[in-house]
T-cell receptor, first 115, second 114 residues
Framework: GENVEQHPSTLSVQEGDSAVIKCTYS??????FPWYKQELGKRPQLIID?????GEKKDQRIAVTLNKTAKHFSLHITETQPEDSAVYFC??????????????FGSGTRLSIRP | DVKVTQSSRYLVKRTGEKVFLECVQD?????MFWYRQDPGLGLRLIYFSYDVKMKEKGDIPEGYSVSREKKERFSLILESASTNQTSMYLC?????????????FGAGTRLSVL
């Protein structure tokens, strides 16, 4: 069945260091991989996404890489800042019913930036 | 900006009560979703709808039902609330077509069932 696994569940890094969050997915036909950020007490918001026809995408300090062969994708945050502290969710759409428009979320990573 | 509005930020209900959670989006989105969010479990899909009066079960539909009579409004119904339904409930919407997988979330409703 459809499954998205996310690791680690918690991550603490020193301000200025890099953070990496990894996700694996089970449906080899999945073709779109978004990342959402949820700050404390706020709603999840899309921060970056990648489609299966590219291997990497960057947006300032944030990048996402995709390895379709291994069926995993990662979020990389460089030069971390206090405002990066949040819960991050990866997601992938199951292809079983492409008209359904649903996506499967990972269990989330709580990222804490130490000053 | 897309706006997804949930009618209540906090709700306290008693076991056995019928509970309605309302969600409205103002961007004419085809798709709407209801999730519950629990620590360590991420976002779990309860139900979703891809058109008016159309609905599909998500991963955890038991104990819930939904209603979508108008395109902009998607309601989650707990027919008889139970304590294990205490959770944060998030509504989301998305366009159809190429952008169907980009979801916009409401601020959430924290429901406590006593």
């Amino acid at each position: 069945g459809e499954n998205v696994e996310q690791h680690p569940s918690t991550l603490s890094v020193q301000e200025g260091d890099s953070a990496v969050i990894k996700c694996t997915y089970s449906d080899s036909a999945s073709n779109y991989f978004p990342w959402y950020k949820q700050e404390l007490g706020k709603r999840p918001q899309l921060i970056i996404d990648i489609r299966s026809n590219v291997g990497e995408k960057k947006d300032q300090r944030i990048a996402v890489t995709l390895n379709k062969t291994a069926k995993h994708f990662s979020l990389h945050i460089t030069e971390t800042q206090p405002e990066d502290s949040a819960v991050y969710f990866c997601a992938a759409p199951p292809n079983r019913d492409s008209s359904a428009s649903k996506i499967i979320f990972g269990s989330g990573t709580r990222l804490s930036i130490r000053p | 900006d897309v706006k997804v509005t949930q009618s209540s930020r906090y709700l306290v209900k008693r076991t056995g009560e019928k509970v309605f959670l309302e969600c409205v989006q103002d961007m004419d989105h085809e798709n709407m979703f209801w999730y519950r969010q629990d620590p360590g479990l991420g976002l779990r899909l309860i139900y979703f709808s891809y058109d008016v009066k159309m609905k599909e079960k998500g991963d955890i539909p038991e104990g819930y039902s939904v209603s979508r009579e108008k395109k902009e409004r998607f309601s989650l119904i707990l027919e008889s609330a139970s304590t294990n339904q205490t959770s944060m409930y998030l509504c989301a919407s998305s366009q159809g077509g190429e952008a169907k997988n980009i979801q916009y979330f409401g601020a959430g409703t924290r429901l406590s069932v006593l």
